[in-house]
T-cell receptor, first 116, second 111 residues
Framework: GAGVSQTPSNKVTEKGKYVELRCDPI?????LYWYRQSLGQGPEFLIY????????DSGLPNDRFFAVRPEGSVSTLKIQRTERGDSAVYLC??????????????FGAGSRLTVL | AQSVTQLGSHVSVSEGALVLLRCNYS??????LFWYVQYPNQGLQLLLK??????LVKGINGFEAEFKKSETSFHLTKPSAHMSDAAEYFC?????????FGKGTMLLVSP
């Protein structure tokens, strides 16, 4: 597609439920990033994929968070046993090559997660 | 490790006035530096990027930023604000692979 597509745009769930957020990167982009943006804060890095593998998952806050990119294109961020503190906008970005320094990241509009 | 500090969570200017948004960084290696803009309900959009080719970087919509190593700063400026510039602006830094963002500065433009 023309841009990075994220679905759903809005998700409301109850505490303790499981949630999946999907990211469709720009076609041909090999690198994919997930960020989380809480109210009043800048985006916070979660995980970065180069192809199918996670090149850096140091930003995942705990083992309730997991992300996959099985075919090197679409990625899914999975959150188990959601907590109210997980409420945030989850941003996905992709780039043509690896490394945010040498390549321009294109961001999606985000998925707003609200945990009641 | 790298970090970014943006001074002022909100900056208010009048239309036609100079825009100055401040960003200071820390990085253990020579950094790449970025400014992104975020309009309501939209994704982050790249304004400009510093890659060491030139200390004064020109971006889209009339914005520019100057890299000052001695001050570890990368402030964003625009000579004359437009109403359409009202948005949130984020400074970001990376040595190589992933971006670290500041907390953002909301730019308010009044007529």
């Amino acid at each position: 597609g023309a841009g990075v597509s994220q679905t759903p745009s809005n998700k409301v769930t109850e505490k303790g439920k499981y949630v999946e957020l999907r990211c469709d990167p720009i076609s041909g982009h090999t690198a994919l990033y997930w960020y989380r943006q809480s109210l009043g804060q800048g985006p916070e890095f979660l995980i970065y994929f180069q192809g199918t593998g996670a090149a850096d998952d140091s930003g995942l806050p705990n083992d309730r968070f997991f992300a996959v990119r099985p075919e090197g294109s679409v990625s899914t961020l999975k959150i188990q046993r959601t907590e109210r503190g997980d409420s945030a906008v989850y941003l996905c970005a992709s780039s043509l090559g690896s490394g945010a320094g040498a390549n321009v990241l294109t961001f999606g509009a985000g998925s707003r997660l609200t945990v009641l | 490790a790298q970090s970014v500090t943006q001074l002022g969570s909100h900056v208010s200017v009048s239309e036609g006035a100079l825009v100055l948004l401040r960003c200071n960084y820390s990085s253990s290696v020579p950094p790449y530096l970025f400014w992104y803009v975020q309009y309501p309900n939209q994704g982050l959009q790249l304004l400009l990027k510093y890659t060491s080719a030139a200390t004064l970087v020109k971006g889209i919509n009339g914005f520019e930023a100057e890299f000052k190593k001695s001050e570890t700063s990368f402030h964003l400026t625009k000579p004359s604000a437009h109403m359409s510039d009202a948005a949130e602006y984020f400074c970001a830094v990376t040595p190589h692979s992933t971006l670290t963002f500041g907390k953002g500065t909301m730019l308010l433009v009044s007529p």
